[in-house]
Every structure is written in structure tokens, then in C-alpha cells.
């Protein structure tokens, strides 16, 4: 069952990657789009404390971060559900997570081709460097948030069952990991109360996290904290998201779609 399992998702990986392949110019703008507040952000931070390579190892580790793990459920298993091309999938003899599994990772694909490019580039007009340890050690991380914020984002896109404004809905969720995650400041530069806090919380392991990580300012005992908090939030949504889609189908086949 595991190994039919992911043929299917690697299947569906291919399916959407080459889809994708026709709209370069529109993942060009995704890139732009997403890579736009951690551009920003690298400009206001390297202004309040000039000549600290510390922010600029960050930011720019964090356009990294926010390319690979962007996700567009709403405008695409979202969209399925008020179009009624969901029951499609249920007919299926897979789980129905399988597409929106393949197409995610696909877009993410598209946007680590056109993006990763940009980081370096970036990353060379800023004069920063990474040690390739803790770069190593940042890749597991930057692997559980892009699945933490894919289960976020497909949680908040369930809603879709309920309510027509589920893209205002994943847009609050998307405000709350860049005001709680790390996007509009690092966690260390927060007060020393907020700091544990804000770190304990889901939206800082999906973006922040592995950029601190990458830049080599978390490590030890703390890192290992960090790899324990992102499994059980991931555990959590994953839990959650499942309770959701029953919920969900059960409503969504009630109205006779």
C-alpha cells in the first residue's frame, strides 16, 4: 500500500509539473510574489541595524524558505470543491489527498527552479555566506515546514465546505506566519518575554525556523527542540485535517454534489 502510494503521488507530481511547464511566465510572477517580503524585509532590517550580518544571512535565507514551502491549496483544491470537480476524485480509488499532495509539490518544484537562482544571486550582492553544517542541519527542517504549512494551508482550504470566503480565510492564516513566523521580524530581535512564545508556535517552525537554522544561530539542544515542536504541530494539523475532510465530505455529499 505504501509503495502504490507514493507511485501515485510521484505519478501525480509528473502530471502537474509538466501542466506547469506551459505557465513559466506566471510562476515567474509566484516567485516574485513570494520572494517580495523577504526582499523587503532584508532592505527595513539591514537599515535598523546596518552592517549586522546576521539579518542579511537571514532574510536572505528566508526567500529560500518561502519559495519552497508556498502553498495555493485555496486557489486549487479550494477551487475543486466549489466547482464540484471533487467528486471526481472521490470516485477514485486513491485517497483524494493524493492531488493536492502532487500538485503542491509540483508548484514547488516550478519555484525553486526559477527562485533558487534569485537566493544566490541575492546572497552574492549581499556578501553572505553560510556554513555548509548548518546548512545540513537547516534541510530536515526546511523538508517539515514545507509539509507543516501545507497541512496548514489545506486545513484552513477545507473550509470550502463550509463558506464561500475560504481565500480571506487562508489569507489571515498566510498574515499569521508572516507577522508570528518570522517574515516581518526575526524571533530574536522580538522581547525576550515573547520570544519562547512566539518560537513554541506552529507559524514560526513553517517559515522562520529553518532560516535562524541555516544561518547557524540555533543549534545544540535548541535544534532538537525545534525538530520535536515541528513534528508535533505537523502530528496536530495532521490530526485536525483529517477530522475536517470527513466532516467535510459528509456535508459536501449532503447538498447533492
Do not use: C
Not at 209 to 220: E, F, I, K, R
Amino acid at each position: 500500500m505504501t509503495r502504490r502510494l507514493r507511485r501515485l503521488v510521484l505519478l501525480r507530481i509528473r502530471n502537474q509539473f509538466l501542466d506547469w511547464s506551459g505557465a513559466w511566465w506566471f510562476t515567474v510572477t509566484l516567485v516574485a510574489s513570494e520572494a517580495v517580503g523577504p526582499l523587503l524585509g532584508l532592505v527595513v532590517w539591514s537599515a535598523v541595524l546596518p552592517g549586522d550580518p546576521a539579518v542579511a544571512g537571514y532574510f536572505v535565507a528566508l526567500v529560500a524558505v518561502q519559495l519552497l514551502t508556498a502553498s495555493y491549496e485555496n486557489h486549487t483544491f479550494s477551487e475543486a470543491i466549489y466547482e464540484g470537480k471533487i467528486s471526481h476524485d472521490l470516485l477514485r480509488p486513491q485517497p483524494v489527498i493524493v492531488a493536492p499532495i502532487g500538485e503542491n509539490v509540483a508548484i514547488r518544484i516550478w519555484l525553486g527552479i526559477f527562485g533558487l537562482p534569485l537566493t544566490l544571486v541575492t546572497a552574492l550582492a549581499v556578501g553572505v555566506s553560510y556554513d555548509w553544517t548548518a546548512l545540513a542541519a537547516a534541510v530536515p527542517l526546511l523538508v517539515g515546514a514545507a509539509v507543516l504549512r501545507f497541512l496548514w494551508t489545506w486545513l484552513l482550504a477545507l473550509a470550502a465546505f463550509w463558506t464561500g470566503r475560504v481565500h480571506a480565510l487562508v489569507t489571515l492564516g498566510g498574515m499569521m506566519i508572516f507577522l508570528l513566523g518570522g517574515g516581518a521580524a526575526p524571533v530574536w530581535q522580538l522581547p525576550d518575554a515573547w520570544q519562547p512564545v512566539v518560537g513554541a508556535l506552529p507559524f514560526y517552525a513553517m517559515l522562520g525556523l529553518p532560516a535562524d537554522v541555516a544561518t547557524g544561530s540555533v543549534h545544540g539542544s535548541a535544534l532538537a527542540v525545534a525538530y520535536l515542536v515541528q513534528l508535533a504541530w505537523s502530528a496536530v494539523f495532521a490530526g485536525v485535517a483529517v477530522v475536517a475532510w470527513r466532516a467535510g465530505v459528509r456535508r459536501f455529499t449532503a447538498v447533492g454534489a
